[in-house]
């Protein structure tokens, strides 16, 4: 029998672990079978591969019984295995095939006496490629990591207690009476129910009602069970750093600290950022985990004026100073360097009734914190109104959410469409090939009765807050930076919703709520007017200017009003 045939259906055999395509390609590069020249081989069954490697005496010795015109390769029952991963096994095989196919055929009358000469031959090619491993040996190519999601909710300003109002342990004073807690929240309590949950509490939290206040216009404090009972609703992210944790001195500062140690030990929070018995603890990155992934959380906030002392210190109580530029760049700077997979950064900042984002806001929050930082999600509030959202480089900024439930707070719903509602933001992620969460859908839901018993507000109420929100995005556009103002649609229910471009192909929750979103609402001729007159001109932020232009809403005619957006009287919002 042909030598070379031999040799096909011989390492056809043995290279069965490494792929029954390298057989085939040999087979195929010898070409047709030669003539059999007087082969004294009797006609026996063709030998079937082994599943396991085979034994390469037996094969050597099987020589003879070998048929003079095996059937084609293509029809045999080879087994269906791995084809090698490794380029070291394709480069060995490609070396000997070669090396086999130049062994000379044997004239008819020699064949008998090189018998033994080829077969030696055969054999030590045949050793080395038996060497290869089977594919269960082969290191195989690391799998992908598993596609993550992440749900979070963030809310604005929350208070268990209005100015100088004694604290206890049932619920809050409102209209003279006391407001179980329950009763404050019944109505949001099914919108809290992210990951992780986010509020900023405005307050101080103590158990005594001894503590002198600080010389201010506005001191809040709230019984730790108010802040339990939120907890228990599922807060599980607090910011203190704010100009009200501070309302009675160093030692209500500290009285707040130990008391949200507590509630974290007890399991209902994983987190509470701001205030610090130092400078070191106020500056913090706090790391959580949620499954198996790990989130980082930061948080700054303006120091009230003429109150230096409320500025954490290496031996003093106090919160890292939104205005401190040496600050501001330690809190983001500590951030960012924590191990995680997301990082949120909790900013009380702005200027209170102020709907549009202030120029240093932008500097502060885009430029530093996102773009100089890469901090993920920017949580902003303390202006007591809704400012615009946008995403930079992947990453969001929320500029304001206003309040979200604050017994201290005055009703707000006498203010206009621009200003009379709060916002409760859900935000999904997913995440990427490297294993970054990623923002892939928002819903925003605006809020009413913030001062009292917070609710979602009705629909076609909440359809024209919509409205507002993409018409504050129109602010944030920048061509130089690639920030785009966040702009929703409205549902059926009035809340909007954002999906990131592809979200309503992914699978689970996030492809069901983006399935079908065709883009945001545009606004009639009609609507815009009306959101423009309630807001006011929204420019382009002075530190945007001479980067890029930005569209414009048509401008309102009154001074009065545009007066307002920049002169609130801070003594409405307890701004002292």
């Known amino acids: 029998m042909g030598l070379l045939r031999r040799l096909a259906l011989g390492l056809a055999c043995v290279t069965a672990s490494s792929g029954l395509a390298v057989a085939q390609d040999f087979v195929i590069a010898t070409g047709p079978p030669p003539p059999v020249i007087n082969s004294p081989t009797t006609a026996s069954p063709a030998l079937r591969p082994a599943a396991v490697r085979p034994d390469r005496d037996s094969l050597l010795k099987a020589d003879d019984a070998i048929p003079s015109q095996p059937a084609p390769l293509s029809t045999m029952a080879l087994p269906a295995v791995e084809r090698p991963e490794t380029k070291s096994a394709r480069r060995l095989v490609k070396r000997s095939l070669p090396k086999l ?88 309590k099914p919108l809290v129910n992210g990951d992780l949950n986010f509020a900023n509490l405005e307050t101080a939290v103590m158990v005594r009602n001894d503590l002198r206040a600080e010389a201010k216009t506005f001191n809040f404090r709230s019984h730790p069970e108010g802040v339990r009972h939120m907890a228990g609703l599922g807060f599980n992210l607090i910011s203190t750093a704010n100009n009200h944790s501070m309302d009675f001195g160093a030692a209500g500062a500290l009285e707040t600290v130990d008391h949200l140690d507590r509630i974290q030990a007890e399991g209902r929070l994983k987190a509470h950022a701001g205030l610090g018995r130092n400078r070191d603890e106020a500056g913090r990155a706090h790391v959580v985990e949620v499954g198996d992934a790990k989130v980082a959380f930061s948080a700054v906030g303006i120091v009230t004026g003429g109150f230096p002392l409320h500025r954490a210190g290496d031996n003093r109580p106090g919160q890292m100073a939104y205005q401190s530029a040496e600050d501001f760049a330690d809190v983001t700077r500590r951030l960012s360097a924590a191990p995680a997979a997301y990082r949120i950064l909790s900013v009380h900042h702005g200027i209170e009734r102020q ?65 009379d509602y709060g916002l409760f933001a859900r935000l999904h992620l997913a995440t990427d090939e490297t294993g970054h969460f990623r923002v892939r859908a928002i819903e925003a839901i605006p809020l009413t009765e913030m001062h009292h018993k917070v609710a979602a507000m009705g629909p076609s109420q909440a359809a024209e807050r919509v409205q507002v929100l993409n018409y504050l995005a129109g602010g944030l556009d920048s061509v130089a930076t690639g920030a785009r103002g966040v702009r929703f649609a409205a549902r059926a229910d009035g809340t909007g919703l954002y999906c990131a471009e592809g979200a309503g192909d992914e699978p689970g929750k996030i492809g069901q709520l983006c399935q079908g979103w065709r883009g945001p609402d545009v606004a009639t001729a009609s609507q815009r007017s009306r959101v423009a007159s309630a807001c006011g001109y929204i420019s382009q932020p002075p530190v945007e200017i001479a980067r890029g232009p930005a569209s414009r809403p048509e401008p309102v005619s009154s001074r009065r009003q545009r007066r307002a957006d920049v002169e609130p009287p801070p003594s409405q919002f307890g701004g002292n």
């Open 355 to 419: 709907v549009q984002s202030d120029a240093v806001a932008i500097r502060k929050l885009r430029h530093e914190a996102v773009l100089g930082r890469g901090i993920d999600l920017v949580i902003g509030h303390h202006a007591h109104v809704v400012q615009g959202i946008e995403i930079v480089n992947g990453k969001v900024i929320f500029y304001g959410l206003g309040n979200f439930l604050h017994p201290g707070m005055q009703n707000m719903a006498f203010m206009g469409l621009c200003r």
């Open 101 to 188: 196919a130049l062994l000379p055929l044997p004239p008819a009358a020699k064949a008998a006496e090189a018998r033994p000469r080829q077969r030696s031959l055969v054999k030590a090619r045949l050793s080395r490629l038996a060497l290869l491993p089977l594919p269960s040996d082969l290191p195989r190519a690391a799998a992908p990591s598993p596609r993550r999601t992440l749900t979070l909710t963030i809310a604005g300003d929350l208070g268990m207690g209005g100015h100088m109002q004694p604290v206890r342990g049932d619920g809050a004073v409102r209209h003279g009476g006391v407001i179980p807690w329950r009763e404050w929240t019944e109505r949001i």
